[in-house]
């Protein structure tokens, strides 16, 4: 029953009451009083209804965005004769993405039945025959979904950088989104075991969005192996610059612009004051992790490294973002501080970590959606007294588990059957000469950048 | 009569019914149960208007920040020698298309007679004396076309690219955008003889946005020639390399985002469930598109050229979404992948083409805008019966005489009174050096970027 | 009392007066029709709640995105040497500015007393108690406010580039951030005694955001001294080239579309058609006196230095923008145009006259933010008579003394404790080697970038 008529029969009824004893008139205006008052907090549902769709589409294309923004940290960090290589990842990355989602993914991610582990493999077409009361049109919907799906491939293709070939990570690209991440999603989001048995807890997706793809990401740094000329033969560790800091900053700038859309719009609905109150906490606890990710950064540079690391206060960014995700709502300001601040904490300690366990992760995605994930995952029941420290830990391992294995999996039979890796020679050039046939800045010289052992 | 005013008297006409024959209670109710079901889809006027007016302004920003789009793609596809004379176009011709529709290109698309030819000259100011009538903000509209105006300039610049002097640029983008572009977009959009005559249907402009830059470029192209040293003495065909094809791709991200607005915001409304949903509908099927378009460039060169050429691959985006723009919104979205794709082919076989007829396309913008545009606009009633395919014909070939035509009478007066064309020694120094005064990337020196004979 | 509650009282008078006497039953219709038509332009509380907070929260998402326009424009601007400093300066300000609104800004601006000087020093944390009077949610509009104060910081950050330390400028960032712009802010949008007693109107902030940030950077610029080798030894001026025009381009670009949200979300409502009305009007004129910006200092450029200065003209967007900021709402458009234009012309004969003075700005944003600021504020007057030319002299006035003095001071403080300038070595070999450790650009050999003295 819609809400206007209500309020029209509440009315009809205290107008009848007034009518059949006017000394009773006091009591009539009160009981509308009561009505209006419950209902003035909730705009008429056909009102709703565009609010919410508005929300996903607006919310929608700044997360769609974030793919630039991937794009321009990638090509930012990676050396400039990959450039152009990881460009053409990043824009057909989504592409796929695309395809995928509407192939199969979405309906595995909400077809599952409760408590159940997959939906169905039907390909996604819009149903707005209930349009009113699903409350947003379809459409909308499956748009707001598939970006986040895109961000999770997005993740995978900066840490293979520099090295893996195109076709095996287009495939790659492919089972992940229309498979990997829908399955584990629809553990949570559509209503499986996860979410029914466990009360697991993931509000923008620490976990099933930024985890998935840092789990991803790791399975295919350990099946391809570290560049060439990253480790040195007696242990060493040398620092490969990116070519192009000044487009790596851009692209946390757009990041941090698409969180909004990431976090706000998972409120999912904008239909009333409580949501649209919820929305705006959202953004300023989103923004103010983040933030505190990036001044933890500065300050443990200085004072443990005497200079600031930019890519790393740059990853602060991100990890503060990562781990405000899986619950951006219900923490008050100084606690989303608190949580975005042991994110910036986690790259600074995360980032040597892997680079001694000889783990080659070209842009830090690891430290910043892997380990950041967990942690914001993990903390949730500290604000949100809904969720329980087991049932996140169930969902990360779940997730852990159920990620890295197919990943792995599908990596090494990638490496068995296509080959993932590009030659010695091709890597020595350049993927960009191999795999496109141009350079990404042919007008500038390049120099050797030599490598440089880390302090 | 508003919507609310219409509930209460009705809601008061029910009540009379009941106050006259209690008995009569539930027919009362069933009244008002109809009222209501019917008003249910269609928020008040006063609501409407702001989201309507919503609608025009936040896909107005983001088609405006197409500019930076156009301007990074072509800025990332020249050589850095041009690179800041491109900017300086891009930003300057936006701002001649801002004066020129307030000018006079407003009221000559929207100032003409039903079936009429020509609007009226007269310099545009808001009036929103009969706004709730209207249902926007005059002004929210004003912007919403104005954008989509600079867009097609936008297109120009980059074909003519690296040659074009930039005084007699900005000329001929003041008259494109005064009178060129709003003439033959008053034949449609403000209900001219093509909208009358001949039911041409033309969603969001593949035709008469992006098919007249491309037509304007084409004439362009041709009276200015082709760059020096893009083809040899014997028919031979060099390949002139972008300076940075991550700006490129940066661009290409940007005018994705941009479609969003510029296909959605077509609807031209949002005050409605319907509308919302028409919205949402035309974002996943812009998306789509422009997603097909990319991967089918990426399949045909991996078939068919080993090498994955990024710049056309970032042009199948484009393809796949100028593509779209005719009808983005009948099309089921199988029949949109579809459409993007053929988009994509095009862009693959029609680049060469160019290439062999000796027509030097900088950027690659009239196989995206003009060719994918006409293919767009001629495929509409595959998927909207009320269009027909003679009367797309019609308006596409109205379309090509009046802008090809006046075009190139243009670019050749300005040939012959002003020059367009920067001398030789110009040329080969750069144009910022003639045109700017300063280098783009002054600090890293500029390898002479070889031309090298194209496959 | 809510508006649907007025409906229904309104109408349940209606109904009585009909059930009471059925001869007056036109009467009855009468009064409702009166009272829906005064509603119809107002959409209920509840909705415009919504809609005033999505106002704040998208228009805030793009002055968010300002951040990375003034760092694409600073990193462009500056040498390659110190573009990664730069990148890292500009994250970490706004990252600054986001605690310190939080720990004490904000109650700064708004909690101050009508007509007083400064407000509380508490923290801030979002009251929603009286959500639905209030109008929109406390959450955005905090972010919304936020988001103004990082705009004031980006600004100076350009201005003392290329010489300044990165933990000095972080402390100053954070005074200003916390206490000098909070401070003269509550003296107006505070309701202090700028705005109780002399009706100083200043719309979205030429003097409180853009003057703010001018004289905080001229300070610095003094403070600071010019970089080395910007001026010979014999009163030569030397031209210090930008590393990357089009990553400049890409900034103004940015900030262009930025500048909706700045003055669009400065109406601070959107839940009424003439809240509507008013950001449509708002979006046309910002437009428009960008766009004369551009094309004034492009004009003057061809006739009076016959080469166009690609950074002048860009500046000349950013001019025409912060003088129309001062009021966007009232001037006609051909007023926005001429006040936009006037506003291209101060970057065209400021410029050069501050270089004549030795004072070194990298970016030009004194001329842009201080300059046009002041213009912008003192014409209001000639569109808007609520204001006075006394009233806005006298705000201009306050906030030049309070702002250059406290924060000439504060550069003073630091210079003679910690120390604000590089050293001569460290200038020479470019910021980012001390203060990074990395460069931003590696992969390319850097030219000398050969100082050349000003025509």
Known sequence: MTKIKYILFAAMGAVMLAGGAAAQEPA??????????????????????????????????????MAAGFCMLEAGLVRSKNAATICLKNITLYAIA????????????????????????????????????????????WF???????????????????????????????????????????????????????????????????????????????????RRGKYGPNGQINTIRGSSLPLATLGVFILWLGWFGFNGGSQLALGSLDDAIAVS???????????????TVVVLCTFLKRKIDLSMALNGAIGGLVSITAEPLTPAIWQAALIGSVGGGIIFVVTPLLENLRIDDVVGAIPAHLFCGMWGTIIVPFTNSDATYIGQAVGIGANAIFVFTTSLVLWILLKMIVGIRASADEEDKGLDESEIGAPAWPDFSEKPNPLQPAE
């Open 28 to 65: 009539a205006a009160e009981a509308v009083e009561a009505v209006v008052e419950a209902a003035s907090t909730t705009p008429a549902p056909d009102t709703a209804f565009v609010f919410n769709t508005m929300l996903f589409l607006i919310m929608g294309m700044v997360v769609m965005f």
């Open 98 to 141: 695309t395809v995928m989602v509407w192939l199969i993914g979405y309906n595995i991610i909400y077809g599952v039945e409760e408590g159940g582990y997959i939906g169905t493999l039907a390909m996604w077409a819009a149903d707005d025959s209930a349009a009113l009361e699903t409350g947003y049109s379809a459409s909308s919907d």
């Open 144 to 226: 707001f979904q598939m970006v986040f799906v895109a961000t999770a491939a997005s993740i995978v293709s900066g840490t293979v950088a520099e090295r893996v070939r195109l076709w095996p990570f287009f495939i790659f690209t492919a089972v992940l989104t229309g498979l990997i991440y829908p399955i584990q999603a629809s553990w949570e989001w559509g209503g499986g075991w996860l979410d029914a048995n466990y009360g697991f807890s993931d509000f923008a997706g620490s976990t099933l969005v930024h985890a998935t793809g840092g789990w991803a990401a790791l399975a295919g740094a350990l099946a391809l192996g570290p």
């Open 281 to 295: 906490n959202i953004f300023v606890n989103t923004n103010m992790a983040a933030a505190t990710g990036v001044i």
